[in-house]
Each structure stands twice: as C-alpha cells, then as structure tokens.
C-alpha cells in the first residue's frame, strides 16, 4: 500500500495527526515482525539445508536481523513522543516473567519490551498478558515508510 495522498498533503504541510502515527507506527512494527519470523525461517533452514545453501542462510539471518532492528528502531522513535499508559506483563514457560510498556493510539496498541526495573519506573496500571502472540502482516496492507 502506498502513503494516502491525504497523508502526503499532511505531511507536506508539517501536520501528523495521530492516525497518521498510529499507522506509521503499525506498519514499521509489522515490518519488524516480518523480518522477525524472517529471520527465524532461516535460523530453522539452516539446520536442514545442505552445505551449498549454509552462506545463503547465512547471509538471509543477517540481513533480516539488520531490517529487523532497523524498523525496531524506527518504532521507538515514534513511541517517543506518546506515553504508555499501562504496563503489561506475561510469564514465558521457563517461568520468565516479561514486561512490557503498553502504549494506545487511536484504534492501535503497541507494546515495547522493557526490564522490571524500568516497568516499575512508572505508576501505570499492570495487566498481565495470557496467549500473547504477535505476527507481522502482508506489505500490501501497509503504509510505506
């Protein structure tokens, strides 16, 4: 999907609105879940692959770690200019407790990982998260960035 013109309009004009972050952000964060899953494929490739086939695994895992961490990155410079407004938190099945700042905007919501200590930081509401999944999503459905 393509930028909407009325969005280019916008941003021409120095205006974003925060439809236009809640999308931005929900696109760089599928993007990144993409890449994610991605790099994953790839990581489980190699084990089975064949020698002549190792340096492309290889060289697939890094690029999408790279892509990975740049749309990552990108999602936290948008996050910077909201707050969250709650904290949420779930318990993998090693018994790791996982914290994670929850941030709503519009009709999006997003999470960020964060430590306990910086979780208990805030003075926000605390939910904890059971069957927390998260997927990417298909490119067409997403603004470009």
Not at 41 to 65: E, H, M, S, T, V
Not at 126 to 132: A, D, P, S
């Amino acid at each position: 999907m393509n930028t909407p013109n009325k969005y280019k309009e916008k941003l021409n004009n120095q205006i974003i609105t925060e439809e236009m972050l809640a999308d931005a952000l929900f696109s760089v964060n599928k993007r990144a879940k993409n890449c994610r899953d991605q790099e994953a494929n790839n990581r489980f490739y190699l084990r089975d692959c064949g020698y002549g086939y190792r340096k492309y695994a290889f060289r697939n895992i890094k690029n999408y770690k790279e892509k990975k961490e740049y749309y990552y990155g990108l999602k936290e410079t948008l996050l910077s200019v909201v707050s969250p407004c709650g904290i949420h938190f779930e318990f993998w099945e090693n018994g790791e407790k996982r914290y994670y700042l929850f941030y709503k905007i519009g009709e999006r919501s997003f999470h960020t990982p964060v430590s306990e200590e910086v979780a208990k930081q805030y003075s926000l509401p605390t939910t904890e998260l059971v069957g927390f999944k998260t997927s990417g999503d298909e490119i067409i459905n997403l603004i470009s960035v």
